[in-house]
């Protein structure tokens, strides 16, 4: 036999064959393979699988809102004591900071001879953050750059998005879907998750873990409910649990607005039994720049009452009684369960800032059945209608048609898997509109073959020139049709991803089928049936 004519059955094969390997996982898993042949299988056959949406499995959709504007005012209070220790290191005095929960730093000089020193701090050190929105004299106005407060969102919101897969991650959903959008938005799939309300609480937690002092002035948090908070506190309410009754009680703080410390530096988070009653407890682990800090504040409070705020419930206020070096604290008055989401939040990272959900939908599984079951009765009735379609048509050569078609879904489903792409309700309309592209380039060349024959030449030559002349045809029409779904995938959102996902794979393996694999069909019978008169076409 022809040598190329057997290396080209050889390729032929092994990429059907890849496709079926990579297939064979998927139908284990959803097919009605026994458990056994499943068990062995699982350790020599690929891992990755074709995995559903969350319109076929059911689940939860979120849209979630971080708000850059509280990341904006924590960082420019990190920048305003990170000024104050410059200044100080300069020996410049007479001067005081000011930021009260807004993106600027109130800059007050005592005597303007401190000015050039105070200048040469801002340009040596924050010429690249902080610029002078005005001044007045004495007292000046800072706030972030427009490149350092752009660069600034984008991290914010980069590392919400990052905080979030972990702790989907940790949670277990598998196969979710977590994409970022313009303006801080992320969008969240959660296929297959049987707690929908679980899944929503933990991933909205902000988790942000505060250290605010208990303000220690003339007004009481009673008063303050009655007649406002004084600038700068805000009126915060410690959870109380009696551990006799189990009774719980809300008892309001006057706290200092501005964190002393946040937990950004935490490194770990545990949940453990408390030594007196086994109640639950959170611990709280710092690395070595959070232990410094920790040990700073309770040396600098000693005596004061330190609250322990996660987002914006106080979770405990004990009083100061001596410093704390090792950097450790534990958070009580906690249920259970309470304590195991709350200890899950902290360990996958806190949010750099609050996080809203803005949308939730809820999807139910037995919808996903239902359109799994008639995408699959649509794609077989489509698939008949083909076979039969070009089997009447073109008579003999319609069978290297159907052919080609059939070796289309190996290659389609198992490239699908071994990328482990998520099918969607489109991702089916893809595969079934796969159906008619995969024939159309078949289509193409027969019309081409049919053309040569009836110029007079032989079925060989004829076969080669409707080949050769359909090429470029094919190749250029298919090329367009890849590039608008590259387009699709590229700005749609999770379904139309997946429809242009299953688009671009299916044209792929159509072209290769149609072109490769049915050439390799003819010229088989052509090297089988030298003298052949004519072409069944």
Not at 394 to 423: C, E, H, K
Request: glycine residues 10%; contains cysteine.
């Amino acid at each position: 036999m022809n040598r190329n004519l057997v290396w080209r059955g050889i390729l032929l094969l092994l990429v059907i064959g890849g496709g079926l390997l990579y297939l064979l996982p998927t139908l284990l898993n959803y097919g009605a393979a026994g458990s056994k042949d499943r068990g062995f299988l699982s350790k020599i056959l690929p891992k990755k699988t074709i995995n559903l949406g969350l319109d076929l499995k059911g689940g939860i959709y979120l849209a979630m809102e971080v708000d850059l504007q509280v990341a904006v005012n924590n960082a420019i209070h990190r920048h305003m004591e990170d000024l104050r220790r410059r200044l100080n290191e300069a020996k410049v005095t007479g001067f005081r900071l000011e930021n009260v929960n807004s993106p600027e730093i109130i800059l007050t000089l005592t005597d303007l001879t401190t000015q050039s020193a105070v200048n040469e701090v801002l340009s040596r050190y924050f010429g690249e953050t902080l610029r002078v929105a005005s001044s007045d004299g004495l007292k000046s106005t800072l706030t972030f750059t427009s490149e350092a407060r752009t660069e600034l969102e984008e991290i914010t919101a980069r590392q919400a998005l990052e905080t979030i897969r972990n702790r989907v991650d940790m949670y277990g959903v598998a196969e979710p879907d977590i994409r970022p959008q313009a303006g801080g938005r992320i969008i969240i799939q959660l296929p297959g998750v049987s707690n929908p309300q679980e899944a929503i609480d933990l991933i909205g937690k902000t988790a942000i873990l505060e250290f605010k002092l208990v303000d220690n002035g003339s007004v009481s948090a009673e008063e303050a409910l009655r007649v406002g908070a004084p600038p700068g506190t805000e009126v915060l309410y410690e959870k109380v649990i009696d551990n006799r009754t189990g009774a719980e009680t809300r008892v309001p703080l006057l706290l200092r607005k501005q964190p002393e410390m946040t937990g950004e530096n935490l490194v770990d988070s545990r949940v453990v039994r408390g030594q007196q009653f086994g109640e639950p407890q959170v611990t709280l682990t710092f690395n070595s720049r959070g232990a410094r800090e920790f040990d700073d504040l309770t040396t600098k409070y000693v005596g004061r009452r330190l609250a322990i705020v996660l987002d914006d419930q106080v979770y405990g206020a004990p009083s100061i009684r001596t410093r704390i070096p090792d950097g450790e604290a534990y958070i009580d008055n906690l249920g259970l369960d309470e304590a195991r989401v709350l200890s899950v939040a902290l360990r996958a990272g806190a949010l750099p800032a609050p996080v809203t959900v803005i949308e939730k939908r809820t999807v139910g599984p037995s919808m996903g059945q239902d359109s799994i079951r008639h995408g699959f009765s649509a794609g077989i009735m489509g698939l008949c209608l083909i076979l039969v379609f070009m089997l009447i048509y073109y008579r003999a050569s319609g069978i290297v048609a159907d052919l080609a078609l059939v070796f289309n879904f190996p290659i389609v489903l198992g490239a699908l898997a071994a990328f482990g792409a998520t099918l969607t309700l489109p991702g089916i309309f893809g595969l079934v509109l796969t159906l008619a592209m995969a024939v159309d380039a078949n289509v193409l060349i027969f019309e081409r073959i049919r053309e040569e024959i009836r110029a007079g030449k032989s079925p060989a030559g004829a076969i080669k020139g409707g080949f050769d002349r359909a090429f470029w045809t094919i190749f250029d029409s298919n090329i367009t049709t890849i590039l608008a779904a590259m387009v699709l995938y590229q700005f749609g959102s999770g379904p139309i991803r997946g429809f242009a996902v299953t688009l671009i794979i299916g044209i792929l393996s159509s072209m290769f089928t149609s072109i490769f694999a049915s050439r390799w069909v003819f010229d088989l019978v052509l090297f089988n049936r030298r003298q052949m008169k004519r072409v069944s076409i």
